[in-house]
T-cell receptor, first 112, second 114 residues
Framework: QQPVQSPQAVILREGEDAVINCSSSKALYSVHWYRQKHGEAPVFLMILLKGGEQKGHEKISASFNEKKQQSSLYLTASQLSYSGTYFCGTEIIGGSYGKLTFGQGTILTVHP | KAGVTQTPRYLIKTRGQQVTLSCSPISGHRSVSWYQQTPGQGLQFLFEYFSETQRNKGNFPGRFSGRQFSNSRSEMNVSTLELGDSALYLC?????????????FGSGTQLSVL
């Protein structure tokens, strides 16, 4: 039950905004967001929990719609450093600890 | 604290061989997860170990196995390698991996099967 991310790729100019969505067919405990730059390890951005509030990290924030089992990652006033592949990871209610299922990734490219 | 360390960084094997990859988690972390990353497939969950016990396993054939030692270091083994096993294998550690714990990833082992 891999979550579905959309879009698959985004191309921006510096200063533009982007939204990346992550949808699950299962009820979720949590949604994790990670960013991976080319040739590097994925790096944690934030976790959104069931019943929790919208999270923010500088100009990157995210929300979790429990009714739709969907999370959205918002990147505002994008910078060159935001380029990379963004993955959402989900933990399913009724699943066991220790299993994070990732989406296929969204490639974000920011041009000067 | 040192980060998650994976060795080796690169591996080249031929079909039919077996391979062992190593992962040293962040000091104090007890959970180690393994993922296979291929272009277009994202991160596919292999298995997760906590305190030497496998808590979860993904949908991979039995040729993929792993273990965790008492010091939390983990190894994964792939036997009878196939061309399709070529991928970046990532491990990630966490203190107690549950719904509110983030993962720390290593840089991965790039496996090429010829």
């Amino acid at each position: 039950q891999q979550p579905v991310q959309s879009p698959q790729a985004v191309i921006l100019r510096e200063g533009e905004d982007a939204v990346i969505n992550c949808s699950s067919s299962k009820a979720l405990y949590s949604v994790h967001w990670y960013r991976q730059k080319h040739g590097e390890a994925p790096v944690f951005l934030m976790i959104l929990l069931k019943g929790g509030e919208q999270k923010g990290h500088e100009k990157i924030s995210a929300s979790f719609n429990e009714k739709k089992q969907q999370s959205s990652l918002y990147l505002t006033a994008s910078q060159l450093s935001y380029s990379g592949t963004y993955f959402c990871g989900t933990e399913i209610i009724g699943g066991s600890y220790g299993k994070l299922t990732f989406g296929q990734g969204t490639i974000l490219t920011v041009h000067p | 604290k040192a980060g998650v360390t994976q060795t080796p960084r690169y591996l080249i094997k031929t079909r039919g061989q077996q391979v062992t990859l190593s992962c040293s988690p962040i000091s104090g972390h007890r959970s180690v997860s393994w993922y296979q990353q291929t272009p277009g497939q994202g991160l596919q969950f292999l298995f997760e170990y906590f305190s030497e016990t496998q808590r979860n396993k993904g949908n991979f054939p039995g040729r993929f196995s792993g273990r965790q030692f008492s010091n939390s270091r983990s190894e994964m083994n792939v036997s009878t390698l196939e061309l399709g096993d070529s991928a970046l294998y990532l491990c990630a550690s966490s203190d107690y991996f549950s719904y509110n714990e983030k993962l720390f990833f290593g840089s991965g082992t790039q496996l090429s099967v010829l």
